[in-house]
């Protein structure tokens, strides 16, 4: 299997198979799904999605053990599950005004990148996990709140899916 075949069918198990194992995907999960679709597979033509080349960036890198794609993929896998529960849980909480639109879009799309970096670099030296907080800033063109930080300095709040300073 290809990068971005294992990546299209990791998109079409979040979009089609309940993350909490039941019968039917829920809204709040498809909508994640649909927010993050650009981000784990390609639409174009010979060129890699954000996860495919974070993915190469992290199979090139020093860890502290060996490492390969499956054993990335599976936490990763593992962290885009509990973005999905994240957003349940808060429209759970938040019955009058449940994640939507814009804040979602926020949340689902941040989240994707601070799973990244834990699944992909977890492992890896502090050096490397500030290289790749850089490149996956670099590759989807976000801001972090703070000048000259730095994303494994953040977690995603799902109050507004905004990014919070670990210290805080």
């Known amino acids: ?9 990791l998109y079409a198990e979040l979009s089609e198979k309940d993350v909490n194992g039941g019968q039917v995907v ?9 927010n993050v679709k650009e981000l784990l597979v390609s639409e174009k033509s010979g060129r890699k999605s954000v996860v495919n080349e974070a993915l190469s960036f992290a199979l090139h890198h020093t860890h502290i053990m060996t490492v390969s794609r499956e054993q990335l993929l599976t936490p990763f ?16 909480t938040h019955l009058d005004f449940p994640m939507s639109g814009e804040h979602l879009e926020k949340f689902s799309q941040r989240w994707v990148l601070f799973s990244l970096c834990w699944s992909f670099t977890g492992s890896a030296g502090w050096d490397t996990r500030r290289q790749f907080g ?4 670099n590759l989807v063109g976000i801001e972090l709140p703070e000048p000259g930080s730095n994303l494994v300095d953040y977690r995603v709040r799902p109050i507004d899916g905004e990014f919070e300073n670990w210290s805080q």
Do not use: P, W
Not at 1 to 9: G, V
Not at 26 to 34: I, K, L, T, V
């Open 1 to 9: 299997l290809t990068d971005q075949m294992r990546l299209q069918r």
């Open 134 to 137: 850089d490149k996956l800033c």
């Open 77 to 92: 896998v593992s962290l885009l599950h509990r973005g999905v529960e994240n957003v349940i849980d808060y429209n759970e």
């Open 26 to 34: 829920s809204e709040a999960q498809s909508d994640f799904a649909h």
